[in-house]
């Protein structure tokens, strides 16, 4: 694993004891399965699994006869999402820790469909795009899910206070924030039939709650941790009081942001970039 792999795997792993209670991962996450309409049976690939949202959901879709396989590179992730499916008394899935751009253990046209809820954030996407293109069997799905380029509000706020104290933070978002973005990574990836949708997610207010620890610890804002602590307390305080007054000013602008939902299968027939 190279260092930039590492690096995200060691985040995560520090996250992971409280990401099962984000709620609007939860929910984006369930809602990309939805739209997938698995079938009983189906075979399903979840890339950048995590703590499993996607893929609980999809091996609850795909029933005993289907099989569902999450992948990622943080073990820490990965024990919370075998510990919820154990609990959840699911044995038609299973959780692999390995980098979901590369995964000669699995034979060509393995899967029916391939989600990746929220990964690509992390994951190159090129690289990504082009192995779940060789796991789908012609015709199968390609699912992923991210955030329109300048949300969560709440991530954007954070960027904006960092601004103040001389970190500038590009947004994780701005490479696929778009639906013409994500059609057209879909599209170079040799999928055809590219679509997508696009829907607001609300966020909780524990969500909100939480914006803090989760944009800090965030991969994407690593340069604020090397703030000095007493600019770095400055900032915390900066943040929670901007948040507190978009509360009271735009509830529902902190607590909505849109999604996009991006579809595209494996073209059925042999043909250039197929």
Same mark, same amino acid.
């Not at 992948?71 to 992730?77: L, N, T």
């Not at 939480?210 to 400055?234: C, F, G, Q």
């Given at each position: 694993?190279?260092?930039?792999?590492?690096e995200i795997a060691a985040t995560f792993?520090?996250?992971? *004891?409280?990401?099962?209670?984000?709620?609007?991962?939860?929910?984006?996450?369930?809602? @990309?399965?939805?739209?997938?309409? !698995?079938?009983?049976?189906? +075979?399903?690939?979840?890339?950048?699994?995590?703590?499993?949202? %996607?893929?609980?959901?999809?091996? $609850?879709?795909?029933?005993?006869?289907?099989?569902?396989?999450?992948?990622?590179?943080?073990?820490?992730?990965?024990? #919370?999402?075998?510990?919820?499916? %154990?609990?959840?008394?699911?044995?038609?899935?299973?959780?692999?820790?390995?980098? %979901?751009?590369?995964?000669?253990?699995?034979?060509?046209?393995?899967?029916d469909v391939v989600t990746a809820a929220?990964?690509?954030?992390?994951?190159?996407?090129?690289?990504?795009? $082009?192995?779940?293109? $060789?796991?789908? +069997?012609?015709?199968? !799905?390609?699912?992923?899910?991210?955030?329109?380029?300048?949300?969560? *509000?709440a991530g954007r706020l954070f960027r #904006?206070?960092?601004?103040?104290?001389?970190? !500038? @933070?590009?947004?994780?978002?701005?490479?696929?924030?778009?639906?013409?973005?994500? +059609?057209?990574?879909?599209?170079?990836?040799?999928?055809?039939?590219?679509?997508?949708?696009?829907?607001?997610?609300?966020?909780?207010?524990?969500?909100?709650?939480?914006?803090?620890?989760?944009? @800090?610890?965030?991969?994407?804002?690593?340069?604020?941790?090397?703030?000095?602590?007493?600019?770095? !307390? %400055?900032?915390?305080?900066?943040?929670?009081?901007?948040?507190?007054?978009?509360?009271?000013?735009?509830?529902?602008?902190?607590?909505?942001?849109?999604?996009?939902?991006?579809?595209?299968?494996?073209?059925?027939?042999?043909?250039?970039?197929?």
């Amino acid at each position: 694993m190279d260092t930039r792999r590492e690096e995200i795997a060691a985040t995560f792993d520090r996250r992971a *004891s409280g990401y099962r209670d984000s709620d609007w991962h939860r929910a984006s996450a369930g809602r @990309l399965v939805d739209l997938c309409d !698995l079938k009983p049976g189906d +075979r399903v690939l979840d890339a950048g699994t995590g703590t499993g949202f %996607a893929a609980l959901h999809a091996a $609850r879709k795909v029933g005993q006869a289907g099989h569902v396989v999450g992948v990622d590179i943080s073990q820490g992730m990965l024990s #919370e999402a075998r510990a919820e499916a %154990a609990a959840s008394r699911l044995t038609n899935i299973e959780f692999i820790q390995c980098d %979901a751009t590369s995964l000669p253990q699995f034979a060509d046209s393995t899967f029916d469909v391939v989600t990746a809820a929220t990964s690509l954030i992390y994951i190159p996407v090129v690289e990504g795009l $082009r192995e779940w293109h $060789r796991l789908l +069997r012609r015709g199968g !799905l390609m699912a992923f899910s991210t955030m329109s380029a300048g949300f969560p *509000s709440a991530g954007r706020l954070f960027r #904006e206070c960092a601004g103040e104290y001389g970190v !500038l @933070l590009e947004d994780p978002c701005a490479p696929l924030g778009s639906e013409a973005a994500c +059609r057209s990574a879909l599209t170079a990836a040799g999928f055809g039939d590219a679509e997508t949708v696009r829907e607001p997610i609300e966020f909780s207010v524990r969500d909100i709650g939480r914006a803090w620890e989760s944009n @800090l610890r965030s991969l994407a804002h690593k340069p604020v941790r090397d703030l000095p602590a007493e600019s770095l !307390l %400055a900032l915390e305080q900066r943040y929670e009081a901007v948040l507190a007054a978009e509360m009271r000013a735009d509830p529902a602008r902190l607590l909505t942001s849109p999604m996009l939902y991006a579809f595209a299968r494996r073209r059925a027939r042999r043909g250039v970039g197929t």
